[in-house]
Each structure stands twice: as C-alpha cells, then as structure tokens.
C-alpha cells in the first residue's frame, strides 16, 4: 500500500494510508544501514501488519522531489509564511532569512500577514510595495475575524503547504480554523516579553482533503543556512536579477563596489531599501562564517 508520512515520533511514523487509515509504521533497518532517515512528507510504500489497530512497515520511500531542513520535511509544494502586522510588529530580518531558505530549496512562497484588524491600509501598502516588487505573493489575513480564509483554502487545494513563521502571529489559531480536527495547541502571546510561546513542539502534516496537506511548523526566532558561500546570495534575491547588467564589475556582489546597478536600485527605489539592506546584513555574516 502507498501512503504518505504524516508525523514522526520516537521513532514510529504515522502514514496515511491511501485508504484514508492512519498507519503506525517502523522503518526497515535497511534505510538506517543505508543512513536514510524516513521525513515528514515523504511518500512511502508499506506491508500492512494489522488493520486493527493499523500498523505497517515502511518499505520504501519513494524519490523526493525537495527536502528541506528546517523544518525537516520532504515533498513540499509552497510554503505559507505568517507574520503578524502587529503584536508583535513583523520582524522582516527574520522574514527576509526565511525566504532566502526557501528560495535555496526552490520552494515557493507566499507571506502573509495576519491580525488586519490591528493595522491600517498604510501598513498594509507598505507591505506589499516590499515582498510584491521582490516577487512573493502577500495575503493579509484575520484569523480572529476571518478574513481571507477562502482566499487561503483555495491556495492550499492539492498542494502540501509548509505553514511558518514565529511564535505568536496566529499559525495555530489559523490552523484550527481551516481543519478544527487538528486542535493545534494555541498560546497567548507573552506579554513581558511581546513574543509567542512555542506551542508547537513537532512537524506534522494535517490531511484537509484529498492530496492537501497542511504543516504547521515549530515557530522560529532565528534563522540562517551556514554551508553557504557569500557569492550564492545575491541569487536568492530575485528582484536583483533586472539590474545586474548595470553592474561594471562582472561578479558584483552589490556591496561596496562602484557602478553597481543593484545598490543604484535601491538607492532609486526600485528596490527595497529594508531588501537590500538585510542583504547586506546576511552578506557580512557570510563572510564572517567563512574566517572560522
């Protein structure tokens, strides 16, 4: 039978099966001979042992079309990204880190921000003047009052979404409101410290419907790849792709060299300011990494 990995846990993985059952399932000693470790999403073949209770073993895994690290899972089609418009206020540092990770995976992205009803148009302009121009889909979403919930279930329809972002901005929330079956563990947000409780402690796919697939991630505080060399980065920002034949030196990395189109782009606005600068920033970690 075929199935897809669900949740992992102490070594046992839940598949759901293609006859709607959830199976717990080991894994063959094969794949840990062979140091193969069965992910979340993976796509599996199992022999049925039991049908009450439903019990398996997984016998092969079928090729995964990505895998990504953080969080560990394979087969994704696109990632969610929420961060709240307030309360607490975006952190596009760490928004901007995520995305480079996607982009690294070829995941595609959309950001969404949630808690509209704590923001304005102005706010909500300015957000999509930044992730629009740089080429990511925004959504702006109430989970408390429930807008853009239709626009959000018809984004996820046959696809296994990744649902990210930090602590606190209503991951868990939006959650139980697409599959209220899920009953994700919601926190409030702290209020002496103005960020979210880790509520949810592991990766697991909810099934909404038929081929969709929902994850709800552990909520992330800090981000960033460390086998990266500094030149890669300028190709995970897409929006610089246009103005790098504007560049005088071939290899420009749009940091302090003369005649670089990329930083005349920002400096224009035809690139975000907070982009490039956050680029800038990733950048100098880079190369510090590299020194040690």
Known sequence: MTGKIVKGIAGFYYVHGEDGKLY?????????????????????EISV???????????????????????????????????????PDPNLNLLDRFLVLMERSHVRVTV?????????????????????????PVMFLSARGGEGLGQVREYLKGKTTVLAGPSGVGKSSLTNLLMPGANMETGAVSEKIRRGRHTTRHSELFCLEKDTYLMDTPGFSSLFVDDMEPEELKTLFPEFA????????VGC??????????????????VSRSRYENYRLFYRELKEKRRY
Do not use: W
């Open 49 to 87: 042992l039991s049908r009450e209770p439903s019990e398996g073993n997984i016998d092969q895994i079928r090729p995964r079309s990505n895998t990504l690290v953080r969080p560990a899972v394979a087969n994704i089609h696109q990632a969610l990204l929420i961060f709240a418009m307030a309360d």
């Open 112 to 136: 969404a921000f949630n808690k509209t009803d704590l923001a304005g148009e102005e706010e909500r302009q300015k957000y999509r003047d930044i992730y629009e121009s740089a080429g990511y």
């Open 242 to 249: 246009p103005y790098e034949a504007e560049c005088r030196f």
């Open 253 to 270: 990395v749009h940091m302090g060299e003369r005649n670089c189109g990329v930083k005349d782009a920002a400096r224009a606005g035809l």
């Open 24 to 44: 717990e399932c080991k894994a063959k000693g094969i794949f840990r001979n062979k140091k193969i470790k069965p992910l979340v999403g993976d796509d599996v």
